[in-house]
């Protein structure tokens, strides 16, 4: 992948089409932030869900009453947005941090009872005697 600095094009190249700021710059993250929000808030204002604002549910004539209208969708719109971000930060606060997983046991139980003897593997020795069958 090129790095954004190696494909800078002159100002004159495709002047109408280009975007403002070279992709991947902060400038360029900045931008798209920006435009994502915007983005966000456009489909959260037509979700049926919300405001539901799409085109034919507003039964309004007149342009300064569908103005009105949208005027009190964009400010429910923001109070809900708020509303959210405040029930966010309280849940934050009331809820304790985040418990760690248990160490995992390193230790054995013959490192806890050190009286036990140390096993020692069996000697290599003949294999014992067969025992009798017994009926």
Same mark, same amino acid.
């Given at each position: /992948?090129?790095?954004?600095?190696?494909?800078?094009?002159?100002?004159?190249?495709?002047?109408?089409? $280009?975007?403002?700021?070279?992709?991947?710059?902060?400038?360029?993250?900045? @931008?798209? &932030?920006?435009?994502?929000?915007?983005? *966000?808030?456009?489909?959260?204002? !037509?979700?049926?869900?919300?405001? &539901? /604002? &799409?085109?034919?549910?507003? %039964?309004?004539?007149?342009?300064? !009453?569908? !103005?009105?209208? $949208?005027?009190?969708?964009?400010?429910?719109?923001?109070?809900?947005?708020?509303?959210? @971000?405040? *029930?966010?930060?309280?849940?934050?606060?009331?809820?304790?941090? %985040?418990?760690?997983? !248990?160490?995992? $046991?390193?230790?054995?139980?013959?490192?806890?009872?050190? &009286?036990?003897?140390?096993?020692?593997?069996?000697?290599?020795?003949?294999?014992?005697?067969?025992?009798?069958?017994t009926h």
């Amino acid at each position: /992948m090129l790095h954004p600095a190696e494909h800078h094009h002159p100002p004159d190249v495709a002047a109408k089409t $280009r975007q403002r700021f070279d992709y991947g710059t902060p400038e360029w993250q900045d @931008h798209y &932030n920006q435009r994502t929000a915007v983005e *966000r808030a456009f489909s959260h204002i !037509k979700d049926p869900a919300g405001e &539901n /604002m &799409n085109r034919g549910s507003i %039964r309004l004539l007149g342009r300064t !009453k569908i !103005k009105f209208l $949208r005027t009190f969708a964009w400010i429910a719109h923001h109070l809900r947005i708020l509303d959210a @971000h405040q *029930r966010r930060l309280q849940t934050l606060e009331t809820t304790p941090p %985040r418990r760690t997983r !248990k160490k995992r $046991r390193t230790r054995t139980y013959r490192d806890l009872l050190p &009286n036990l003897a140390p096993t020692t593997p069996p000697a290599a020795g003949p294999p014992p005697p067969d025992r009798p069958a017994t009926h």
